[in-house]
């Protein structure tokens, strides 16, 4: 081979200026300052977080919890899961069907008591976490929804028997009403 053959120019530039300043190069790169660094990391750890919202948002039909609430989900597929809602409704569920089916599960003179007094430990619990009065425990979380489960069946089996029915709205819209607050309190109260 000659040498004008091993000379990928082929001879048509007789200098090549190179460029040593830029990412191979960093030492080349003016300085930035401590200010300047940390503004820097603020703006990356906001787009961050953004983008974690972002992406934790699309997950939010499976789970109505934020990624910081994760721990309240169960991982189904890969995907997080609200463990009280899988608690909840499928019990609520039998339970109504059962109990249209004959088979309450207790006698109906007892369903005004039973629905009210069972929504309460439920209840208690969740404005108690939200609140942060309690910590966050996974076995009360599951322990009080099952408990919670069977009133909304059968205030749910009164419901699909006979619409609007006082048995499933009153609970419905009075414990519903105080978990919304006590969620927004809870929120509020975070963001201190």
Not at 26 to 50: C, G, H, Q, T, Y
Not at 182 to 191: D, F, N, P, T, Y
Request: hydrophobic share 45%; with cysteine; aromatic share 12%.
């Amino acid at each position: 081979m000659s040498e004008s053959s091993a000379d990928p120019t082929h001879g048509r530039w007789e200098s090549v200026e190179v460029c040593n300043v830029g990412p191979n190069h960093p030492e080349d790169l003016p300085a930035m300052d401590n200010d300047a660094e940390r503004k820097f990391a603020a703006a990356v750890a906001s787009i961050d977080a953004r983008e974690n919202e972002r992406v934790g948002g699309r997950a939010m039909w499976h789970a109505h919890h934020w990624p910081d609430e994760y721990d309240r989900c169960t991982m189904i597929g890969g995907r997080p899961v609200c463990r009280r809602c899988l608690t909840l409704y499928p019990l609520a569920v039998v339970v109504a069907v059962a109990s249209l089916l004959g088979l309450p599960p207790w006698p109906e003179a007892f369903d005004v008591w039973f629905i009210w007094t069972l929504c309460a430990p439920a209840t208690l619990d969740f404005v108690g976490e939200q609140l942060m009065l309690i910590r966050y425990s996974t076995r009360r979380q599951v322990s009080t929804t099952a408990i919670l489960a069977p009133a909304f069946g059968r205030g749910l089996a009164h419901e699909l028997d006979d619409s609007w029915s006082g048995e499933f709205w009153g609970p419905v819209f009075t414990f519903c009403t105080i978990w919304f607050f006590a969620a927004l309190a809870g929120r509020r109260i975070r963001k201190r």
